[in-house]
């Protein structure tokens, strides 16, 4: 089998999507490459995790997910210098957080370049179909998610009907109306955000230099730790679309304010330390 992957085109057009490769540029590297979607995925790993941010590991780890339309949504790991290991993003995370945003409602494989850790692991139980979830391993054995988490503890084990990529937006309104722009892209995605255990819905929108605005919902997981904060997830929104945290200059949080967590000062402190003197304003919302 001969791969012709051209690394600098298949970066432009993951940047050029926002964060994938629509299925219709998916199935022309298929054929023109007489590989299964399987052997793509494994392929696709040395150039993926090249977008890796890595000041404390020095580790790259690539993630992809193919959705059921048949686009391949991509990540890759996150570390912040100055800010607790926890703010960290796991590659399978902000692939997840991808395919999210660009309003998948189902995951049919998950590749890593490095066999996913147990934390990530969990972060998948969370989809309706979490078990039956088809991981690519990196020599491209495919193993279930079940297997992989043996005696799992999710949403399902809860009772919970609407799971992650498949659970109802919420109808939020802001507390102090606003109709400029980014405000509204923060409370869009609050609304598509996903927390059915805290009910702290919350959204971030952060915009660059150039105008260009990236968005990011929090995700949550039924056993807490392995949840998504919004604006991690803007920041994968951010690298995944070419752009750099250094482009930052404005964010603005929505929040729901009965819920039981207040992402507020995490989010002060983590923008900080990671887009320096970029601008925060904060929105609290309540459901209608």
């Known amino acids: 089998m001969t791969v012709n992957l051209q690394s600098e085109q298949i970066h432009h057009q993951i940047k050029q999507h926002g964060g994938y490769l629509p299925v219709d540029i998916v199935q022309e590297l298929l054929a023109k490459n007489d590989m299964t979607i399987d052997q793509l995925l494994v392929a696709l790993m040395s150039i993926i995790k090249e977008s890796a941010i890595m000041p404390i590991s020095h580790f790259k780890v690539g993630a992809a997910v193919v959705g059921a339309t048949g686009n391949i949504y991509t990540g890759a790991n996150q570390e912040y210098l100055s800010l607790p290991l926890s703010q960290a993003i796991h590659a399978e995370q902000s692939a997840l957080a991808m395919a999210h945003l660009h309003g998948e409602t189902e995951i049919t ?12 692991r969990q972060f998948y139980y969370e989809l309706a179909n979490g078990g039956s979830l088809d991981v690519v391993m990196p020599d491209g054995k495919i193993e279930t998610l079940s297997h992989l ?12 009907a609407g799971v992650l990529l498949s659970a109802a937006s919420q109808s939020l309104k802001l507390k102090l109306s606003s109709d400029e722009e980014l405000v509204t892209h923060a409370l869009q995605a609050a609304e598509k955000s ?4 805290s009910k702290s819905y919350c959204g971030a929108a952060l915009r660059a230099r150039d105008g260009k605005i990236y968005r990011g919902s929090y995700l949550e997981n039924a056993v807490f730790n392995p949840s998504l904060p919004a604006l991690q997830a803007a920041f994968v929104h951010v690298i995944q679309s070419g752009a750099s945290f250094a482009d930052i200059t404005e964010a603005v949080i929505v929040q729901c304010e ?12 983590t923008l ?17």
Not at 258 to 269: P, R
Not at 272 to 288: D, E, H, M, P, T
């Open 109 to 120: 494989k998950l590749i890593a370049s490095e066999k996913p850790c147990g934390h990530c």
């Open 149 to 160: 988490l043996p005696h799992a503890f999710g949403p399902k084990e809860l009772g919970l």
């Open 194 to 197: 996903y927390a059915p255990y």
């Open 258 to 269: 009965d819920g039981a967590v207040n992402h507020v000062a995490m989010s002060e402190v």
């Open 272 to 288: 900080k330390a990671v887009c320096g003197a970029a601008s925060l304003q904060i929105f609290a919302a309540s459901r209608r």
